[in-house]
Antibody, heavy 116, light 112 residues
Framework: EVKLVESGGGLLKPGGSLKLSCVASGFTFSNYWMHWVRQAPGKGLEWIGEIEYDGTETNYAPSIKDRFTISRDNAKNTLYLQMSSVRSEDTATYFC?????????WGQGVMVTVSS | DIVMTQSPSSLAVSAGETVTINCKSSQSLLYSGNQKNYLAWYQQKPGQSPKLLIYWASTRQSGVPDRFIGSGSGTDFTLTISSVQAEDLAIYYCQQYYDTLTFGSGTKLEIK
């Protein structure tokens, strides 16, 4: 069974930094592109970015670029999202997802709140 | 960037009715090299993570009921839900993957 479990969320102040993790199981992690998607409270889905199988290629949404960094550790079956210079509009639930034929599998999400 | 525009933003129907959700992209999602449309549909039920329903614009994900039908090509796409059931209460999103990824704004389906 494919499982994606996010962690690391919480409350932080504007301008701060936070690193989210997503532990994967039930599939060969290193065979798949992985993505982060977020959803602000009561709002729609926003794609954040993606990372290639071995981490050599990453792509980001224009609204995110240069503030967030996606990385992975295939030995630990773990995906990361390093968030920096956060703003109130970064308040959202952050989902880790796996790309196969679409975004086939999703974690349960982790909440990040940015507030002074 | 490719912009995805969904309509309507919400709709309410009675069980058993047929629903049509529209999605329009700002540029063609049809790749000439393989004649495939790079468009997916997702369902997000209240309090849950999204679920992939359809990819390549019209291919149902394994386990998705055949009352969910995706159609369209180029820039105009449709998700049709025939004989809507109470369990179909959700927000539906289209998503392009022709050039990175972009989601539509969502269509909220309510059951009368």
């Amino acid at each position: 069974e494919v499982k994606l479990v996010e962690s690391g969320g919480g409350l932080l102040k504007p301008g701060g930094s936070l690193k989210l993790s997503c532990v994967a199981s039930g599939f060969t992690f290193s065979n798949y592109w992985m993505h982060w998607v977020r959803q602000a409270p009561g709002k729609g889905l926003e794609w954040i970015g993606e990372i290639e199988y071995d981490g050599t290629e990453t792509n980001y949404a224009p609204s995110i670029k240069d503030r967030f960094t996606i990385s992975r550790d295939n030995a630990k079956n773990t995906l990361y999202l390093q968030m920096s210079s956060v703003r109130s509009e970064d308040t959202a639930t952050y989902f880790c997802t796996l790309w196969h034929q679409g975004l086939d599998y999703w974690g349960q999400g982790v909440m990040v709140t940015v507030s002074s | 960037d490719i912009v995805m525009t969904q309509s309507p933003s919400s709709l309410a129907v009675s069980a058993g009715e047929t629903v049509t959700i529209n999605c329009k992209s700002s540029q063609s999602l049809l790749y000439s090299g393989n004649q495939k449309n790079y468009l997916a549909w997702y369902q997000q039920k209240p309090g849950q993570s999204p679920k992939l329903l359809i990819y390549w614009a019209s291919t149902r994900q394994s386990g998705v009921p055949d009352r969910f039908i995706g159609s369209g090509s180029g820039t105009d796409f449709t998700l049709t839900i025939s004989s809507v059931q109470a369990e179909d209460l959700a927000i539906y999103y289209c998503q392009q993957y022709y050039d990175t990824l972009t989601f539509g704004s969502g269509t909220k389906l309510e059951i009368k």
